[in-house]
Every structure is written in structure tokens, then in C-alpha cells.
């Protein structure tokens, strides 16, 4: 399905422009990871990717074959289980995509036996821990086989070790071949997990560059004060 | 007051006998309370739900109308179904005032709005956490009603109870559409209006006892059973 093409977007809530005419096209292969401090509009930039918001001007289109709802997927900040197990809620994803009784039941378990979460598979999701729950949420996201995997701050809440293990996993889901945009304002995680940086700065895509190019020489000022900001050593 | 420690002990044995009188009212209360409850859910949590996830003309509206209907009083709503059963009435020609059915009718009315009301407001709150991950798996809105009733369940349990609460208390709507016919239509709240003004303390009493007992018992396994599944289930 991919590239996807944004063509002007952007993005109003009552006369208050949160996106504001970003171009880009996401294309298949590198993890690409927006950027960019608290308010700059990442996730409603992935909310307008992902479908979850139309545009208030602008396109964003997907421009590649075999299009549909199906061939993409997103896990949010807060992990939201449903009040059923942590199997059932992977089941649940499953059903929705259409898949069959029998096969929704097998895969589900595949899927947490692929994400070291086979032996909580029958307890009840929400009382999980954090780093499990968004565990959870990556395996019923990753089980629907989806070509781009949209990650909105995944480990924002997470303490390092759940941290670690949610990033591991995005490894492992990236490595089966699905496309990662994932937004963070955490600079070591994007250095870690990224290939492309867009940096985004009050509702405009300021900067978009590799990662090691982004970090070692930004080109705007924007980005600059921003790493200076989240790195004082440097 | 001697007076009354008499009657108490009276309406004692009038409970741990099981008089038959006694035993009767009780079960027809019983029959016509629940009867309205289930009937009330099957319309009521359905409604609560679309209301809740629905977002069509005149929403709000609707939501300060069913808001309001939480208290009617149970007498107008009698005079109501009466009018409409009458003879002369629109349905009078089905015949059925002074029945069961027609207490069962009056009362699925009073209670209707207040399934409907409270599921909404439970169902909505549970959406907005759920929203977005409900619509990035793909979930319609019918999809996300039905899911939304199946997670807030332990929370509509205490709803249902209320409802229950409700109908089996109130004695302005079934007096009037049930007329309080010996051995037909004497539930355990008209029963008490007229034995009291009879002046027969025990009878009164008793049932006065067993509908506190009743509610006070229902509550209590509601409050457990929500109490328990919440720490089971998150």
C-alpha cells in the first residue's frame, strides 16, 4: 500500500491550526520516526496518516497497491485492553479483520508465543502491567499482519525494562517485515530505533533527514536548539 | 408502642410461616418487577449504548429528554397506561387493565429511561478511552455498541439493579393500572398502602421487611459481584 503522499495537509480545531501544510511521502523501508517536542502536533500528524482524522485541507493518500484499512495498524501511548484476556483481546483484532474462529484462536497464540507472552495468554488484560499491556497491544497489532505498524510514543509511560522489552519487540516486528512510523520526543529511542527523522515544530515538518546526518548536523534551527535542549551536554 | 412490637412480632410469624397471602403478593412482585426490568434492558441497554456511540441530529436532545424521563412519577406514568388501556382508550380493546401485564407495562416505562440514561453515561465514558483503538481495528458503530455493552457489563449490573429497585418500590403506577385486586393484582407495595390504611400493622410490616430485605440483599450481590469482577478483570 505504500508510499503513502500527504499533499498540504493540515489540520484545524477551531481556528487553531495544529498541522499545518505538510508535505511528505512515507515510503516502504526505513523506520521512520517524527520527531519533535511536546505540542509540535506528532501524534495528530500519525492520527491523520492512520485515518483516525480527516484533514482540514490537504490529501493524504495511499499510493501503492492492494489499499485498505486492513494493511495498517496502530498502538497508542496508553495501551486500551479490553475487559477479556489478554488472548481474547488478539482474537478480538482478529475478528474484526475477518479472520475465522479457528484461526483467530491459533494465531493469537502464535503471535504471543512470538512475543514471550504465552504464559499470560488466558489472563484478564486489563490488570496486566504496564510494559505488558503495550506488549499486548503491539502482538494484536502485529497478529493483523499489517504492512505499516503506526507507534504513537509506545514507551512514553513505560519504566526502562518494559521499555527495552517493547523496543526489542518493535525490532522483531520490524524484522518480519512491516514498515515502522513511530513518533517520540525521547532522542536516544529515536537514535536506537530510527533511520529517518521528520522533525516536526509547531504543525510543520521543519526537518526531515538519516538519523545520523539529523543528530551530528541539523540543518535548521529549529532542530538544533531542540537537540541542544534535550542533550545540554552536547 | 406496644402496639407496634406486636405487630412486628406478628409480621414475624407472618414470614417465617410463609402465609400463603403473604407468599403470593410476593411472587406477583416479584413476577411483574423483574418482567419489567428484562423487558426495559432489552430496549434500554441497547438505546443507552447508541446514544452513547452514535452521533447523529438531535443527540443531545435526546440525551436531556431520556435524563429527565429518570423522574417521572410513577402515578402520572400511571394515569398515563391507564388512559391508554381503557376502555375508551386507544389499546383498550386488548383488555388487559387491571392485569399483570398492565402493572408490567407501567412500570417497563418508569424504568426505561433510567436503563437507558445510566448505560449511556457508562458506556459513554468507557468510549472515549476506547474510541480511536476501536476505530484504528476497524470497528463500526454497531461493532463498537455491542463491544462497549460486553466491557462495561459489571458497571450495567448495578444499573439493571437500580432499574430493579425502582420498579419493585414504586406503588403510584401499578395502583392505578393494577387497581390492587386480591389474589390478581396485590403486589407487596399496594399491599402495604392498603393494609396500613386498613389498619392491619402485621401484614403490612412483613412485606415491608421482606421489599427491604429483597433490595437490600440485590445491592449487596450487585456491589460483590462488581466489587470481584473488577479486581479479576481490571
Known sequence: MLPLVLDQVSFAVNGRTLIDRVSMEIAEGPRTIILGPNGAGKSVLMRLCHGLLMPTAGTVEWRGARNGRE?????????????????????????????????????????????????????????????????VALARAWALGPEVLFLDEPTANLDPGATRDVETLIGQIRAGGTKIVMTTHNLGQA??????ILFLSQGRLVERAPVEGFFTKPASAEAEAFIRGELPWK | MGEILIALGEAGRLIVGAEAALVEIVLL??????????????????????????????????????????????????????????RAGPLGQFGILFTPAAMVI????????????????????????????????????????????WDTR??????????????????GAVIIVGGNIDGVTRVMTTAIALET??????????????????????????????????????
Open chain 1, 191 to 196: 537514535r536506537r530505533l530510527g533511520d529517518e
Open chain 2, 197 to 234: 390504611s386498613k389498619g392491619d400493622l402485621p401484614l403490612a410490616l412483613g412485606l415491608g421487611i421482606i421489599l427491604l430485605t429483597l433490595i437490600l440483599a440485590l445491592n449487596a450481590a450487585a456491589y460483590w459481584v462488581k466489587e470481584g469482577a473488577q479486581r479479576r478483570y481490571g
Open chain 1, 71 to 135: 494493511r495498517q495498524a496502530m498502538v497508542f501511548q496508553r495501551p486500551v485492553m479490553l475487559r477479556r484476556s489478554a488472548l481474547a483481546n488478539i482474537a478480538y483484532g482478529l475478528k474484526l479483520a475477518g479472520i475465522s474462529p479457528r484461526e483467530r484462536e491459533m494465531r493469537a497464540r502464535d503471535v504471543l508465543e512470538a512475543v514471550g507472552l504465552a504464559n499470560i495468554a488466558g489472563r484478564p488484560a486489563r490488570v496486566l502491567s504496564g510494559g505488558e499491556q503495550q506488549r
Open chain 2, 154 to 171: 459489571f458497571s450495567l449490573v448495578t444499573i439493571v439493579l437500580a432499574g430493579f429497585g425502582r420498579a419493585a418500590a414504586e406503588v
Open chain 2, 106 to 149: 407501567a412500570q417497563t416505562i418508569l424504568i426505561l429511561p433510567i436503563v437507558a440514561a445510566l448505560s449511556r453515561q457508562v458506556i459513554e465514558d468507557a468510549w472515549q478511552e476506547y474510541r480511536e483503538q476501536l476505530r484504528s481495528l476497524g470497528a463500526g458503530a454497531m461493532t463498537s455498541a455491542l463491544t462497549l455493552l
Open chain 2, 29 to 86: 412482585s416479584l413476577r411483574v418487577s423483574l418482567t419489567a426490568v428484562l423487558i426495559a434492558c432489552a430496549f434500554g441497554l441497547p438505546l443507552g449504548a447508541a446514544i452513547a456511540v452514535g452521533r447523529f441530529w438531535g443527540r443531545r436532545p435526546l440525551i436531556v429528554i431520556v435524563n429527565a424521563l429518570m423522574g417521572l412519577p410513577p402515578v402520572v406514568v400511571g394515569l398515563f397506561v391507564y388512559l391508554m388501556l381503557s
